[in-house]
Nanobody, 113 residues
């Protein structure tokens, strides 16, 4: 089983990034998926989650209206579109299959001028 994230990087405040997470080794379309993040010196925070079919999504209050989670079950990939980024969004972002506790390796997002 592997969850491989990509798309992180350095972006200026107000900018956008799209994170991708491709899944290998399990029946991706059967599982809800989540994005978590961990900022320096802080605990892990649930950012967003999406149902197995993609019809239901939930967001942390801190990202509502700015981030969008989506998935493509044909490509076994979940996405996180991040707009209007703020310095406080700086963190390592993790792709997670929460019902089976599968975690990706994380991708760094840094929002700084």
């Amino acid at each position: 089983v592997q969850l491989v994230e990509s798309g992180g990087g350095l972006v200026q405040p107000g900018g956008s990034l799209r994170l991708s997470c491709e899944a290998f080794g399990f029946s991706f379309s059967n599982y809800p998926m989540s994005w978590y993040r961990q900022a320096p010196g802080k605990g892990r925070e649930l950012v967003a989650d999406i149902s197995s079919g993609g019809g239901n999504t939930n967001y942390a209050d801190s990202v509502k209206g700015r981030f969008t989670i989506s998935r493509d079950n044909v490509k076994s990939t979940v996405y996180l579109q991040m707009n209007s980024l703020k310095p406080e969004d700086t963190a390592v972002y993790y792709c997670v299959a929460p019902s089976v506790n599968y975690w990706g390796q994380g991708t760094q997002v840094t929002v700084s001028s």
